[in-house]
């Protein structure tokens, strides 16, 4: 009884800094988003946007379904529901598929309406979303797969959510003068700096899930600036294009 006594106050204070984790993050997303697509024609936009599709849509709903599902799930382990918590991870293993499907169309279909950086040529930017897919798919399964080790299943949880801020992070409105690479991987690592310093003050170190998922995003921003001009990628681009054409 003494030992969960004593435990008691970390584990709130652990379910605190989780909490605030999830505000932040849905606090990202809809700022980013919230022009063009949550209060669409209610406030002014940051940058012009694109015409809504049905797809475009869908995508939107099923996305933040995802996050919203997040909060839920943050929350209702905060308030030590832990049994609800459970059951409604089924709902992560149904959604999962559909965000795989939703997103690689909206990805491939995105480069015909040129909805990425204006900058970039589409079929090079088509990088971006296309290969969140996988990153995100993989931080997931990792998550899922670590449900029994609370500590793992909750770092990979959260940084799976953090990678699917770029295009929220992107949106928002930054100086010009600031390269675009480092606005997405300096954001998501931002993101991330809080997680390192909460290890630190409760394990007396940085866990090793949060240096994979920090190496997992950052590393695989540097690959699509690496590859996205390359012939190779663009020849791939194209076929995949073809298939939605």
Do not use: C
């Not at 029994?148 to 959260?158: A, I, S, T």
């Amino acid at each position: 009884m003494a030992t969960l006594a004593a435990q008691r106050p970390r584990l709130e204070a652990e379910r605190r800094f989780y909490l605030g984790m999830a505000i932040a993050i849905l606090a990202t997303i809809l700022a980013g988003f919230g022009p063009s697509f949550y209060f669409r024609g209610l406030v002014p936009p940051y940058h012009p946007y694109l015409p809504m599709t049905p797809l475009v849509l869908l995508h939107g709903l099923v996305f933040s379904s995802w996050a919203l599902l997040f909060m839920a799930q943050v929350s209702l382990m905060s308030a030590g529901k832990a049994a609800v918590h459970m059951k409604l991870g089924i709902g992560g293993f149904v959604l999962l598929p559909v965000m795989i499907v939703i997103g690689t169309l909206a990805a491939l279909h995105g480069v015909e309406r040129h909805s990425g950086n204006p900058s970039i040529p589409p079929l090079s930017w088509l990088a971006v979303p296309l290969l969140d897919i996988p990153v995100f798919t993989g931080l997931i399964l990792a998550g899922l797969l670590n449900r029994d080790k609370p500590q793992v299943h909750k770092r990979f949880m959260l940084g799976s959510l953090v990678g699917l801020l770029p295009p929220s992070i992107g949106r928002l409105p930054w100086p010009a003068e600031i390269p675009f690479p480092v606005i997405i991987i300096g954001g998501q690592l931002a993101f991330l700096v809080p997680l390192a310093i909460w290890d630190i003050r409760s394990r007396g170190r940085i866990h090793w899930v949060t240096i994979t998922v920090a190496a997992v995003l950052a590393g695989s921003w540097l690959f699509r600036l690496a590859i996205w001009n390359t012939p190779e990628w663009l020849a791939f681009a194209r076929w995949a294009v073809s298939f939605v054409a």
